[in-house]
Every structure is written in C-alpha cells, then in structure tokens.
C-alpha cells in the first residue's frame, strides 16, 4: 500500500463527508497541516 500522494486532495478523496469532526495538531503556524485544510476547505 503506498500511501504517497501527489497532493492533498488526492490523499482526502473518498474520506470527507459533511458533518465530519476533522482535529489537527501543530503548534502555531509551524507543524500544521496547511495543505489539509486548504484541501478540506475547497
């Protein structure tokens, strides 16, 4: 199983619904996933 993706939005396809509880670590605005959540919002 590869588990490399290209982009985020290929990594989150098929696992995003509405209504979803999404949590994501970091610490300030180094270590967070910014990818993720630009891909979560669009």
Do not use: N, Q
């Amino acid at each position: 199983m590869d588990k490399v993706y290209k982009d985020a939005s290929l990594a989150l396809a098929g696992l995003v619904k509405d209504g979803m509880t999404i949590m994501a670590g970091g610490f300030g605005l180094c270590g967070i996933p910014e990818a993720l959540i630009e891909a979560i919002r669009e």
